[in-house]
């Protein structure tokens, strides 16, 4: 049976970080996988997790099945941080069902999109996050794409965008990256985000969002601006978030995929249909993460530790980006890398050709995607300046 199958070749994103595990030099420095790392490389258990995982064990007495759809209080509390003050009122024509990270949300998504309309296409930006591509379509979606990025200047290119989603059919699915855009770390400004949901209403398209990084950007209401102006304007509304990045949850697969209907029996048969999608891929999502961060946002004290401790690594994400652009403008005089502060989140698509970032990882040990995509996470106080030297030749413009 199997022996037509070929070995493929490793995965964009994590076979960088296997590259980077077997490299022995001193000198490495690991830009690739979109992990937050302290000033000494270490990706943190956060201090709110840790005292409520803590209390979670002593207090726990079973490990029996959690319903299909996830723990109730994990549900209702990221459904509060995703919707902010309107939640109250979205509510009762939401749907929120747990899932396995946000992939799984993602696919549980795409999974609900096939049963609603078979053959659906979705629009996801180029680039994007590699694996949108495979979770969408292998939920049964067909994928396409829209222009979105100028590479050479750094910029969003709004106007093939929104010609994309003007030329779209009615139903068409458009996967918007709420905020921290991976790869490009380019989101638009809330002036854009008006144009496009504009668009998006008027030819009756259906906005999918990605929301793996709320609070790594600016804040957590700001990073979910667009998914509250949507919800506010548009009857159906999806959303796919990650409890990986902004909990450091990663391994726990937490997230979670929320879904705006009409109205309360809309909501309801939406979730019914989502709890037999997921009940057909894997049954019931895995309670841990899920009851962690249940634990923290309804526990105010522990809350706003999480939220303390959350600010402070955006607030250095943002630092790392001004170091970086300082560093490359000493390094290459002249040359304006201010971009780099304007971006938000993990990720910088550098625009470094794939000859230069193969160069960058055989010679001197720095691991960046293909693609050039750079986690700044990687970078600290005692690698940046060597990063920004060897990195510097080789950006455009
Ligand atoms: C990334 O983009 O690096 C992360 O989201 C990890 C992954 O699964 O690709």
Redesign the pocket.
């Known amino acids: 049976m199997f022996e037509n199958l070929e070995t493929l070749p490793p995965d964009p ?2 076979g960088v970080a296997t590259a980077f595990r077997e490299d022995r030099s001193p000198d490495k420095v690991d830009l690739s ?2 992990v937050y790392k302290d000033r000494s490389g270490v990706t943190p258990v956060m201090r709110a997790v840790e005292k409520a995982e803590r209390a979670l064990i002593e207090a726990q007495d079973t490990k029996v099945y959690l319903p299909p759809a996830g723990a109730a209080g994990f549900r209702e509390g990221i459904f509060s941080l995703v919707m902010g003050d309107g939640a109250a009122a979205l509510r009762p024509r939401a749907a929120v069902i747990q899932a396995p990270g946000g992939c799984g949300a993602l696919r549980l998504g795409a999974e609900l999109i096939h049963r609603a309309a078979p053959g659906t296409r979705v629009l996801l930006s180029d680039p994007t ?1 590699p ?1 949108h591509g495979p979770l969408l379509s292998g939920g049964g979606l067909r994928v396409e794409s829209h222009r979105y990025f100028d590479a050479t200047a750094h910029r969003l290119t709004l106007q093939p965008m929104l010609d994309a989603l003007e030329a779209a059919q009615a139903g068409t699915v458009v996967l918007l990256q709420a905020s921290c855009h ?1 790869p490009t770390g380019v989101e638009p400004d809330q002036a854009q985000w008006m144009q496009i949901l504009e668009v998006v209403a008027s030819r009756r398209l259906v906005p999918y969002f990605d929301i ?1 990084y709320q609070g790594l950007g600016d804040d957590l209401d700001f990073d979910a601006w667009p998914i509250r102006e949507a919800a506010r304007r548009m009857p159906e509304v999806i959303v796919a978030l990650s409890c990986s990045k902004n909990f450091g949850l990663y391994r726990e697969r937490i997230g979670a995929l929320v879904v705006l209907g009409d109205d309360a029996g809309r909501a309801r048969a939406i979730e019914s249909q989502a709890n037999k999608a997921a009940r057909a891929m894997y049954s019931m999502p895995p309670g841990h993460g899920g009851l962690i961060v249940e634990r923290i946002l309804a526990d105010p004290a522990l809350a706003t530790e999480w939220r303390a401790e959350l600010a402070t690594m955006a607030a250095r994400l943002r630092s790392l980006r001004e170091l970086l652009a300082a560093a490359i403008a000493a390094a290459r005089p002249g040359f304006d890398a201010s971009w780099l502060t304007r971006q938000r989140g993990m990720f910088s698509l550098l625009g470094v050709p794939a000859e230069a970032v193969r160069q960058l990882r055989e010679e001197h040990h720095i691991y960046m995607g293909l693609d050039s995509r750079i986690n700044v996470a990687g970078l600290n106080e005692d690698n940046v300046e060597r990063v920004a030297r060897l990195v510097a030749p080789h950006l455009a413009g």
Do not use: T
Request: charged share 0%; hydrophobic share 60%.
């Open positions: 994103i994590l996988v979109g996050w694996n991976n793996a």
